[in-house]
């Protein structure tokens, strides 16, 4: 049983297109993230969410829209995709109290390539 | 600002070796600390941890860390390496509250020679 789990693991799309990409857990985590892992492996909070709340929102483009149906599912929607949005984009949760974050669980990762 | 400094950017070792990689990190207050690991082609998966308590934290597949508060160190160590070792490793802090990001280091590519 994957407890995190990323759709598709492989996009290969041509510049302009709008994508999403999706991500599920299975731990009853209420805190879901995700984040951008450049080719130099250099990795970056994006956005996290809490019960379907937006708690983080680094400065990302507009273009990047994150949605939580639930709180074991938040997608990552990309509109007018660019050559600079190639990146491997993982989803991480965590189960967090009112103050205090526990350790997070990363899924695989979607390998993003702009064409 | 916040940052976590990891100033191994590639380190080759042969089997059976020492390891010990650097974390730095500039962080106000209370901090949690963690190191992941990369095997590659895969996701991040948390090797240790460090929330409170013993600064020494011991973490799977015989690695280690300590947390030394007045150095801002919280560097990694496991005293024979393994081929199955070769991965990325990331050093990461945040904050306690859940207002907090996570910070990652660049990561430490470690590559062992049989």
């Known amino acids: 049983d994957t407890a995190v789990s990323q759709t598709p693991k492989y996009l290969v799309t041509q510049m302009g297109n709008d994508k999403s990409i999706k991500c599920e857990q299975n731990l009853g985590h209420d805190t879901m993230y995700w984040y951008k892992q450049d080719s130099k492996k250099f990795l970056k909070i994006m956005f996290s969410?809490?019960?379907?709340?937006?708690?983080i929102n680094e400065t990302v483009p507009n273009r990047f829209s994150p949605k939580s149906p639930d709180k074991a599912h938040l997608n990552l929607h990309i509109n007018s995709l660019e050559l600079g949005d190639s990146a491997v984009y993982f989803c991480?949760?965590?189960?967090?109290?009112?103050?205090?974050?526990?350790?997070?669980?990363f899924g695989p990762g979607t390998r993003l390539l702009v064409l | 600002a916040q940052s976590v400094s990891q100033h191994n950017h590639h380190v080759i070792l042969s089997e059976a070796a020492s390891l010990e990689l650097g974390c730095n990190y500039s962080?106000?207050?209370?901090?949690?600390l963690f190191w992941y690991v990369q095997y590659p082609g895969q996701h991040l998966q948390l090797l240790l941890k460090y929330f409170s308590g013993d600064p020494l934290v011991k973490g799977i597949k015989g690695f280690e860390a300590e947390f030394i508060k007045s150095k801002f160190s919280f560097n990694l160590r496991k005293p024979s390496v393994q081929w199955s070792d070769t991965a990325e490793y990331f050093c990461?802090?945040?904050?306690?509250?859940?207002?907090?990001?996570?910070?990652f280091g660049s990561g430490t590519r470690l590559s062992i020679r049989p």
């Open positions: 991480a949760s965590s189960q967090d109290t009112a103050s205090l974050r526990e350790t997070q669980y």
């Open positions: 962080y106000g207050g209370t901090v949690n």
């Open positions: 969410y809490n019960n379907k709340e937006l708690i």
């Open positions: 990461a802090v945040e904050g306690p509250s859940r207002a907090s990001k996570i910070i």
